[in-house]
C-alpha cells in the first residue's frame, strides 16, 4: 500500500506543470483523516508539522478542523470539486492562525499588523521555503488572500473559490454547519481534533492582540473584545468615522 500511494504521489507530481491547480476532480496524492478523503502532499504535510510548531494546541486543532470543514464543503459541491485548487485550500486553512502566536519573541507576529496580515506573510514565507515548484506567484497569491480576508467575508466570500471555501471551513468551528458537512460528519471530527478550547483561545487570543496592539483592532471584530476587557481601550477620535471627518 505504501508503494502504491507513493507511486502516485510522484506520478501526480510529475505530470503538474508550474501554477497547476489540484482539482479532486483528477487523481491526487491523497490519505484519510477523521474518515475524510483529503490532499497529501509535501507541501501539505509541511504546513501541517509548520501549523503544529508555531501554533498552540487549541489553534492547531482549529487549524485542523477547519482544513477539513473546508474540504468536505468542496467535496460536496459540484462546481467547488471543479474549481478549488484542495493544496491551496489546505494550506490556506492548515495556516491561517499563525498570527494568533503569543509567543515571546515571536518571528511571525509583529507590532503593526493585524493577525490575518501576519498569517498571510509567514505562509508565504512558508510557501517560499518548503513549497515544491508547483507554487508559482499565483498560488502563493492565493493562499496570502484566503488567509488575510478570512474574517472578512463579506469580501472574502465573494473572492476566488479557494479563497471563499477556506473561510467557510473556518465559520464552521464558530457558526455551526453549512452544505457538505453534516452532523456525522463534524461530530466525527471534533471527536479527533477536539473544540472543547477553541472558546477560550479565541477570547484569550483577541483580548491580548487588543492590548498589545489595539490600533490594529479598530473597526475590526476585535474591537469588541477591547471594549469588554481591556482597561482603558478606546476607540474615542481612533475610527475611521474620526479621521474622515477629521479630514473633510
Known sequence: MFISKTILLLTCLAVRKRGDPVLSTSPYPNTTIAGITVIDTPT???????????????VFLHQMRAWLFGSLI????????????IEVQAVSALLHDLGWSMA??????????????????AAR???????????????????????????????????????????????VDYDGLKPGVTNETFATIIKEFPNDELKKVTNDTFTWICATKPAVTYDTQLQSWGER???????????RIDHIFDNL
Do not use: C
Not at 229 to 239: I, K, P, R
Open 44 to 58: 501539505v504535510r509541511a504546513a501541517i508539522e509548520f501549523s503544529r510548531n508555531h501554533s498552540s494546541e487549541a
Open 74 to 85: 468542496i467535496a460536496g459541491n459540484e462546481t467547488l470539486r471543479n474549481s478549488v485548487d
Open 104 to 121: 515571546p519573541n515571536s518571528t511571525i507576529v509583529s507590532s503593526d499588523k493585524r493577525f490575518e496580515v501576519d498569517g498571510a506573510i
Open 125 to 171: 514565507k512558508f510557501l517560499a521555503d518548503y513549497g515544491d515548484d508547483g507554487w508559482d506567484a499565483r498560488r502563493t497569491q492565493l493562499v496570502w488572500d484566503a488567509i488575510a480576508l478570512h474574517t472578512t467575508r463579506t469580501i472574502g466570500y465573494y473572492k476566488e473559490y479557494e479563497v471563499s471555501t477556506t473561510s467557510m471551513g473556518i465559520s
Open 229 to 239: 476587557y481591556v482597561a482603558n481601550y478606546s476607540t474615542e477620535g481612533n475610527l
